[in-house]
């Protein structure tokens, strides 16, 4: 198989680690007989530096004409201490997701059993989770329009939901659902919010169309608890793009560490594949990094775009080993880790492609 | 001391357990010599079916007659499972929250010791946390414009801030700050939203005039994500309506159960006293909710409205007590609680009183 990969490393630790994510992809292209190529293309910060344009339009053009996308991370603490500076990376990401139509973010939450130990939760509460999030990408708060008043004194930003948008990230979630073990669970705050009441309705109607599938509604603030106290009840989770990225988050803590995360965002073209993990300027360059997220990332690449079921497993195996060979990098570690086997991105990266 | 206070027990199990604040509230008057009158009022779906109305005018005259307001929860499955419907319970509440300009809302996760080992996260994980947060309860997406296209395929919500709310409660915050361990986070999504800018600059600006007072600022995400892997971390959390609806709810699970949890909202004038778990219809009648989190909204009211801290904390006491003798409801007991000594609604309230 022939593929273009456009890989963008994005900021701070988003360096590193797509770093690993690409030779993953590298090797699996050798071992399978596949013909990778890859291009790299700035955004964010990176880009900001450069071009002053956080997604120039080279970046976007490159991304058009690639199979997939293999990002890294954005942000920057510069302007998160600095809320009045008008560029800012995050726009960068945002744009591409729109430009590209990736409206539906999957989030699987991957439970590796040697990891285990490593979250705040108790092992006998995690153990047998497994959950995949439809986040909704190119709506909500994060697109509608924002306002200051020009005394600068009210600030305010519309969070808006079409219908279509509800309708066709619904249909993914559900036909996800009916995969897995049929169970979906919708997130809103129906009982306060116009947008979630549309969002509600409008996931009732699609789920006469799956009858096969078990729907529930649930409330944000009870599915924040209810993802702790008993995060065995959830399969698919369908949510909107704010609730999605609190959530998310949220529910990293059920793998163990953000650095395990990986995502896929897809939608009328390209997929987009990143770790759910931000850029970690603390940490950025100083080889601590967990590359794990960003090897993820490559599978799901491997399996949702081009298809590849087989070339993800092995990734997925290759993961899986170093874990059971008691390799971590320090995100991940413990209290029973081998001290000697606490690795660095590079350490780890290594370990997990040999 | 002569207090006039206000029941509204509202819907679900609010019924039940507000009886049992109020009980702990005349028993508290009894044992110092206080005078505590008390009126009951209607709101919610309990409002609806009698008045047409969640928020009755008699109750909101009411309200602003009394000393200080002891409510119990609100909402109905009905109206959960049909978002067209007009007229809505939760209505009510958001309305009397404005209507009293209860800007300021407090939840304290509170940290019984004897119920580390209820909570789905790890007991040293726990031990040792005490936050206060401060959520934003008269702003935000929750009282900004709503509206619906006329083809209905379109529906939106103003998420709106100006400055003066984030400075009222902002200094709120800060002042608590100093009398706890001068360590304030702030939460808001800065990096997307423009009302959470202003929210930052705003507690940027605060800051300055509570130099004692150390200050961090953290994205949502991030803090969904680190209050379940390091809860020890926060101390006083401030932020605004929407993400504090999450972050207290998933908070509760720090705390053992939401059945643990009161809260409190003040602001310009009369104090409003609330568990934060919601009406639990599924379990309402049953004698099974737990009365606690009543119980100890009644505490705050003590504390907080009728500056009583030596009532309050035989209030807190009496329940830590229950809990020290191995008494518990459903929601909080596990496997090493005694069988015999899980109680009803009723008979916890009773053992709390006693
Ligand atoms: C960086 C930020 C804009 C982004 C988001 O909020 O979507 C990130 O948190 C994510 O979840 O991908
Ligand atoms: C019932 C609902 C309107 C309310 C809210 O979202 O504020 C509740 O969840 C709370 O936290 O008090």
New interface residues.
């Given amino acids: 198989m022939k593929k273009h990969i456009l890989v963008i490393p994005g900021d701070g630790i988003g360096q590193e680690v797509t770093q690993w994510g690409k030779a993953a992809l590298a090797q699996i292209a050798k071992n399978f007989g596949h013909e990778f190529t890859f291009d790299e293309a700035l955004m964010g910060h990176a880009a900001i530096e450069v071009t002053g344009n956080p997604l120039p339009d080279e970046t976007l053009e490159k991304a058009r004409k690639s199979d997939a996308i293999l990002f890294g991370a954005i ?1 920057h603490a510069m ?3 600095d ?2 500076l008008k560029v ?1 990376p ?1 726009q960068g990401l ?1 744009k591409i997701r729109k430009e590209l139509g990736l409206y539906a973010n999957l989030r699987p939450i991957l439970l590796f059993d040697e990891l285990l130990e490593a979250s ?3 092992a006998h ?1 995690l153990q047998g989770t497994d959950i995949l999030f439809f986040r909704e990408l190119t709506g909500d ?2 697109f ?1 329009e ?3 008043s020009e005394d ?13 948008e509800v309708e066709r990230i619904a249909h993914k979630a559900y036909q996800a659902a009916q995969q897995r073990s049929k169970r979906l669970c919708s997130v809103d ?10 969002w ?2 409008t996931v ?1 109607e699609i789920a006469k169309q799956y009858p096969d599938v078990e729907t529930e ?1 649930m ?4 599915a ?2 209810q ?4 995060p065995k009840k959830f399969d698919v989770v369908l949510t909107a793009n ?2 999605g ?6 529910a ?2 059920i793998a163990g560490s ?1 650095g395990m995360l990986a995502s896929a965002s897809v939608g009328d073209g390209v997929g987009f594949y990143e770790p759910i993990h ?1 850029s970690a300027h603390d940490i950025a360059g100083k080889n601590l990094a967990n590359p794990l997220a960003s090897i993820l990332s490559a599978a799901l690449m491997l399996e949702i775009s081009f298809g590849l079921p087989e070339e993800a497993k092995t990734l997925v195996n290759a993961v899986d080993k170093a874990l059971k060979d008691g390799y971590r990098t320090g995100d991940i570690a413990d209290n029973n880790t081998d001290a000697a086997k606490v690795l660095g991105t590079q350490e780890m990266g290594e370990k997990v492609l040999s």
């Fill in positions: 942000g302007y998160d201490n809320p009045s800012r995050e945002l705040s939760i108790k509460i708060v994060y509608g924002k306002n200051r600068r004194n009210t600030a305010s930003d519309l969070m808006i939901y079409h219908k279509y705050k129906a009982n306060v919010l116009e947008s979630s009441r549309l509600r309705e009732q509604h409330f944000i603030d009870n924040a608890m993802l702790i106290k008993n704010l609730f990225d609190i959530l998310t988050d949220e990293s803590q953000m931000g």
